[in-house]
């Protein structure tokens, strides 16, 4: 079977040799190209073309999508929740057959990868790197410019390639190693060659699996954009390739005007002959006419129009598990192509060529080949619909364009933070709590939530987690002065707890009331009240606010008591809530601080003290090692009172170099854009859930976040649970549902009629 493979010598780097040709192969990634508005893939399309353009003359280049079929097993298996025996097994158990439910439904075990090969003939290998090192930067900055990421690969990652398509489902035995493979004398070819492969006249068999190669034979005058994506779009493994051969534009117009000459000949003899024939009326026929126009168009298109002249070729492997599947694919791709004018032919006899063809060696062994120019050849774009499927990530739903699973994982992202926007009934909270769930039963991290609107109580409770109720009336405390030995990121907590509690006295005494003198007698009492505290090493008993009221009394300056008799309320007053000792478990993996209850006088407060503890905890677990996600529900609460507002934005910066990451949610998104410190937060984002959302909404959302009219179809007048997902810059819309007959759903659910009560 090694003869088989036409490739005669690799080297780590990626680069290939097949005859005098070497190779190198660049993957790059799939763009939202089907759901964008017209203004936005007319934009594509033409970075497209500018990309052809590029590719050298001097070479070729081999556009690849590969139909990759996974492990099932394996992909199951990494997202299933395995047993821990904490109590919440029997949650795992219903998450796990929500997920099996879900790829029962899709059905499909496929990802879609593309890739782009180019081959030139050269003279030595050092010649052909320095090729490739040349057009590999130009390839990638334009993919970068399509919003879509290439990378080169190395000798490994395009073994992996033929060995996914050789093995399809299986898993490579081992990595390849190929200085390991030289050491013991083995051949590369070894790690990914079938084990049998048997020619047929119009199909093959590898090893128990058949296969078929098919090339476009005749093109349509008029070519839809979508027909590449719909050649592909078969639940099988297959591979499609766009071979591309750039022609020199000297020789390319100086074929065209010789072609041109020729048809302007065939029409000057055909006009001598009518006049011979005294017929002088005679009008030039059709043929002829369209021949002339046509080619004065290619003519125009390469000296005026900055297009180029490339031959094409178009060529599809598919494979089955018997000949019968085989023969049924076969028709549906030919009727694919046949309803857009098109023609698939079978290659007869020369399947093993077509194959070569076909997958990305480099080399091509089928010359049916067809003269276009670069916006013909742009046209079978390969470009469909952007996936999300990170790594370790955390299922999402799935997307409503290819329906194939969307698991992010936000901890890859440049910035991890979030927002959820939709009306109420959107299911904002509903997608919040799956996200708690997944995390809470998946990993080992802290959760904790800022619940203004007590949503999140059962859901906590069941997961064994801590609700703190805080309100004026309530007997749970929670001390505003709280603080140990990790407070803060600086060397000494103290700094950090003055400028917390200096603050604090703004909101109390009204922002820019605080006189500079003030501000030291603060800074001074704060110091004096954590000095035995912190010589003790921050254990014993925490200084209270009351503490601090006392000291500012005892302080000789008018301007002291004057702060007292400020914070008097808030201190030894009635709204004392924050001026007591903390008698609830502030240590519990997650956390639910209702503030419902908190009435408008000790709401501002309330929010700066929980935000203040919560980022507390997220710098104790850094320093621990350990990730802390935190959910803000009615997000733009904390953007209505201005320290609330800046405390947020602070944490909201700093929080992902302390393994933190932060949600916000919340249905008045037009008095969330009121903000300018919110609107930069939602900007800047890498991670956004946008749910059905109301007319005005929709249009500030679209000019902030750059949202086509197309896609602002997946936010109106939807169902609840479906919208659009923005990560890292890509928007990808998605469906998600979840089974009503189970316990995770009533905790999650807000509906009156569906959600656990009190006591059930």
């Not at 005859?19 to 190209?33: A, E, M, P, Q, V």
């Not at 180019?118 to 390839?139: H, M, N, Q, T, Y």
Request: net charge negative; with cysteine.
């Amino acid at each position: 079977m090694q003869g088989a493979i036409p490739i005669r010598r690799i080297w780590e780097d990626g680069i290939f040799q097949s005859g005098n040709l070497f190779s190198k192969t660049f993957s790059f990634t799939d763009i939202n190209y089907s759901i964008a508005g017209k203004e936005d893939k007319t934009a594509m399309f033409l970075d497209y073309a500018e990309l052809l353009n590029s590719l050298d003359s001097g070479s070729s280049a081999k556009i690849t999508i590969h139909n990759r079929r996974v492990d099932r097993k394996r992909l199951e298996e990494s997202l299933l929740l395995p047993p821990k025996k904490d109590g919440l097994d029997s949650f795992r158990e219903e998450y796990n057959r929500m997920l099996l439910s879900q790829a029962a439904g899709n059905g499909s075990s496929l990802v879609q990868e593309r890739y782009l090969t180019v081959s030139a003939a050269k003279r030595s290998i050092e010649e052909a790197r320095r090729f490739f090192s040349r057009i590999g930067s130009d390839l990638l900055a334009r993919f970068s410019q399509l919003s879509s990421f290439g990378r080169e690969l190395d000798a490994a990652a395009r073994l992996q390639i033929l060995h996914d398509f050789f093995h399809a489902g299986k898993s490579a035995p081992f990595v390849f190693d190929l200085q390991d493979h030289m050491r013991k004398g083995h051949s590369f070819k070894d790690w990914f060659c079938p084990d049998s492969m048997e020619l047929h006249k119009d199909c093959f068999q590898i090893d128990d699996r058949w296969g078929r190669v098919l090339y476009l034979q005749d093109y349509a005058n008029y070519i839809r954009d979508a027909m590449i994506a719909e050649l592909c779009n078969l639940d099988r493994s297959l591979m499609l390739s766009i071979d591309i051969l750039p022609v020199p534009t000297d020789e390319a117009v100086k074929e065209i005007q010789n072609r041109l000459l020729g048809i302007q000949t065939n029409i000057a003899n055909w006009q001598r002959r009518q006049n011979a024939n005294q017929n002088f009326s005679a009008t030039v026929p059709y043929d002829l006419e369209q021949q002339q126009k046509e080619t004065t168009e290619v003519l125009d298109d390469l000296t005026t129009r900055d297009q180029r002249m490339m031959f094409g070729l178009v060529t599809l492997v598919h494979m089955a598990d018997t000949k019968k599947q085989l023969d049924s694919d076969t028709e549906t791709i030919l009727s694919a192509a046949g309803k857009n004018l098109c023609r698939m032919s079978v290659l007869r006899w020369q399947q093993k060529d077509g194959l070569d063809t076909a997958l990305p060696y480099g080399v091509r062994k089928i010359h049916a080949l067809r003269s276009l120019t670069t916006e013909s050849a742009a046209v079978l774009i390969p470009f469909r619909a952007q996936e999300i499927l990170h790594e370790g990530g955390i299922y999402y739903g799935q997307n409503a364009v290819s329906k194939n699973r969307i698991v992010a994982n936000r901890r890859k992202l440049l910035n991890g933070n979030s927002f959820r926007l939709g009306v109420s009934g959107s299911g904002k909270s509903f997608s919040a709590k799956e996200e708690i769930v997944s995390i809470a039963l998946s990993t080992e991290d802290d959760i904790l939530i800022l619940d203004p609107e007590s949503e999140f109580t059962f859901l906590t409770e069941a997961l064994g987690g801590e609700v703190i109720h805080i309100s004026a009336t309530s007997d749970t405390h929670v001390n505003a002065m709280d603080m140990d030995k990790s407070y803060g990121d600086a060397r000494n907590p103290l700094i950090e707890k003055s400028q917390f509690l200096l603050s604090l006295f703004e909101q109390l005494v009204g922002a820019g009331n605080i006189s500079a003198k003030e501000k030291s007698i603060l800074d001074r009492c704060t110091s004096e009240v954590y000095r035995t505290y912190l010589s003790n090493h921050c254990l014993g008993e925490v200084p209270t606010l009351k503490d601090l009221y006392n000291t500012l009394l005892q302080q000789p300056e008018p301007e002291a008591q004057g702060l007292a008799l400020s914070s008097e309320l808030f201190i030894t007053g009635s709204l004392n809530t924050f001026a007591q000792p903390t008698n609830v478990d502030t240590k519990a993996r997650i956390i639910d601080y209702d503030i419902r209850e908190l009435g408008e006088q000790l709401l501002p407060i309330g929010m700066l003290v929980t935000l203040d503890a919560i980022f507390n905890r997220v710098i104790q677990n850094w320093k621990k090692g350990k990730t802390t996600w935190i959910f803000a529900d009615e997000i733009y609460l904390l953007f209505k009172y201005q320290y609330s507002a800046e405390f947020f934005y602070k944490l909201w910066k700093r929080i992902r170099k302390y393994r933190g990451l932060i949600t916000g949610l919340t249905q008045n998104i037009e008095e969330l854009l009121r903000s300018d410190t919110a609107r930069l937060m939602l900007a800047n984002s890498e991670f956004l859930v946008l749910l059905n959302q109301s007319a005005t909404d929709r249009d500030e959302l679209a000019k902030l976040l750059h949202i086509s009219e197309t896609q602002l179809s997946y936010i109106t007048n939807v169902p609840a649970g479906c919208g659009l997902i923005r990560c890292a810059g890509n928007i990808v819309p998605f469906e998600n549902s979840f089974p009503k007959n189970t316990k995770l759903y009533k905790l999650m659910t807000t509906k009156p009629d569906e959600a656990l009560r009190e006591g059930s």
